[in-house]
């Protein structure tokens, strides 16, 4: 096994790797904070996925090691070469869109020199997303939310904010850019093999970086669905395991498979009052408000989150849009499992032709 561990009494050097494409918008916020670090042993690399815009000057107005790809490659290929440039002990990836406070970085050196077992160690997003607008305040408050009532032995790996050692991000091949040539579960992916492995990941819930991402309607469902929900699907299908923490937790099974009762009871409702089936409306009615009473006993808590931090009408809003997104990732689900179902037995087909 690779010897990780810094000497007593040395201070690890950090290596900030940014990705960015096309950041002018958010980098410089970004890497001014990193400017006003507590922790001042580090290094800021940024590299540049063939931004178009002025993203070059930006990272040289900040005087931090500058890299440019030689073709877009995505995230994940960007942090691995950023990494192999690296020159500090600890690898902390940082996207561009994502403002850290002063105290960051020597919260992810101290969570190292603590464990020497620890592989490695992410964040969460804070609680004052930077966009007023209700999509992205829902998107971010749910991300923090999720994160600050998950275990802190974590099953994942968060590239926005997380830092891992070099060694085992080297002796595990970094992010597979194959893979995941646009920014999707490269991060999650590399963390699933890090626990399966036995290497301790931690969740830091005092690490809280600001969000400046501007999400809508369209861009969150299209995110949430084929860039999160499909590859993670295929993810836990390929790999037969199935996560009890984050979003997979039982009461968010339960809920996606309620929510797909509630949207089959409302259809039934429409066509029995359309006088093309002859269900009982009561009895719809009495399920449907069944199913919405147990989804909100089952959210309860997140759902008080809301109320707590943005009033009644953001929480009756972000309640209605949980519920959706309990529906289309189910969905989702059911889809891609079933796609590799049917697909499977013609893959083994396939492979044993080949070794005829």
């Given at each position: 096994?690779?010897?990780?561990?810094?000497?007593?009494?040395?201070?690890?050097?950090?290596?900030?790797?940014?990705?960015?494409?096309?950041?002018?918008?958010?980098?410089?916020?970004?890497?001014?904070?990193?400017?006003?670090?507590?922790?001042?042993?580090?290094?800021?690399?940024?590299?540049?996925d063939?931004?178009?815009?002025?993203?070059?000057?930006?990272?040289?107005?900040?005087?931090?090691?500058?890299?440019?790809?030689?073709?877009?490659?995505?995230?994940?290929?960007?942090?691995?070469?950023?990494?192999?440039?690296?020159?500090?002990?600890?690898?902390?990836?940082?996207?561009?869109?994502?403002?850290?406070?002063?105290?960051?970085?020597?919260?992810?050196?101290?969570?190292?020199?603590?464990?020497?077992?620890?592989?490695?160690?992410?964040?969460?997003?804070?609680?004052?997303?930077?966009?007023?607008?209700?999509?992205?305040q829902?998107?971010?408050?749910?991300?923090?939310?999720?994160?600050?009532t998950?275990?802190?032995?974590?099953?994942?790996?968060?590239?926005?904010?997380?830092?891992?050692?070099?060694?085992?991000?080297e002796?595990?091949?970094?992010?597979?850019?194959?893979?995941?040539?646009?920014?999707?579960?490269e991060?999650?992916?590399?963390g699933?093999?890090?626990?399966?492995?036995?290497?301790?990941?931690?969740?830091?819930?005092?690490?809280?970086?600001?969000?400046?991402?501007?999400?809508?309607?369209?861009?969150?469902?299209?995110?949430?669905?084929?860039?999160?929900?499909?590859?993670w699907?295929?993810?836990?299908?390929?790999?037969?395991?199935?996560?009890?923490?984050?979003?997979?937790?039982?009461?968010?099974?339960?809920?996606?498979a309620?929510?797909?009762?509630?949207?089959?009871?409302?259809?039934?409702?429409?066509?029995?009052?359309?006088?093309l089936t002859?269900?009982?409306?009561?009895?719809?009615?009495?399920?449907i408000?069944?199913?919405?009473?147990l989804?909100?006993?089952?959210?309860?808590?997140?759902?008080?989150?809301?109320?707590?931090?943005?009033?009644?009408?953001?929480?009756?809003?972000?309640?209605?849009?949980?519920?959706?997104?309990?529906?289309?990732?189910?969905v989702?689900?059911?889809?891609?499992?079933?796609?590799?179902?049917?697909?499977?037995?013609?893959?083994?087909?396939?492979?044993g032709?080949?070794?005829?």
């Open positions: 096994m690779v010897e990780h561990n810094p000497q007593p009494g040395s201070v690890p050097k950090v290596s900030v790797v940014v990705p960015v494409r096309n950041g002018r918008m958010h980098l410089s916020r970004c890497l001014e904070a990193l400017g006003r670090s507590q922790y001042l042993d580090f290094e800021v690399i940024v590299v540049d063939c931004s178009t815009d002025g993203t070059p000057a930006i990272a040289e107005r900040y005087c931090t090691r500058y890299i440019r790809t030689s073709r877009p490659m995505g995230p994940g290929a960007a942090r691995n070469l950023g990494a192999r440039h690296a020159e500090g002990e600890i690898l902390a990836f940082v996207d561009a869109d994502v403002v850290l406070p002063p105290e960051a970085l020597r919260l992810i050196v101290e969570d190292f020199c603590r464990d020497p077992e620890l592989a490695a160690v992410f964040g969460t997003y804070d609680e004052e997303p930077a966009w007023p607008a209700f999509f992205s829902y998107k971010n408050l749910m991300h923090c939310y999720v994160h600050q998950s275990s802190e032995s974590a099953v994942t790996f968060w590239a926005g904010c997380g830092a891992m050692r070099k060694a085992v991000f002796e595990f091949g970094g992010f597979d850019a194959a893979k995941y040539p646009m920014p999707s579960i991060d999650i992916a590399l699933h093999k890090l626990v399966c492995s036995g290497r301790k990941i931690r969740l830091n819930k005092q690490l809280k970086v600001k969000h400046l991402k501007r999400w809508t309607f369209r861009s969150l469902l299209w995110a949430d669905i084929f860039y999160r929900a499909v590859p699907t295929e993810l836990i299908l390929n790999t037969r395991h199935l996560p009890r923490d984050l979003n997979l937790s039982y009461a968010s099974r339960a809920s996606s309620l929510v797909g009762l509630l949207a089959g009871a409302c259809v039934l409702l429409f066509l029995t009052l359309s006088g002859r269900i009982p409306s009561l009895l719809l009615l009495v399920l408000a069944s199913v919405v009473l989804l909100l006993l089952l959210n309860w808590d997140v759902y008080r989150f809301f109320l707590r931090k943005r009033g009644w009408w953001f929480a009756a809003r972000a309640v209605l849009a949980h519920w959706f997104y309990y529906l289309y990732s189910g989702t689900f059911l889809v891609c499992a079933v796609i590799h179902l049917v697909s499977s037995p013609f893959s083994t087909a396939r492979r032709n080949t070794t005829n």
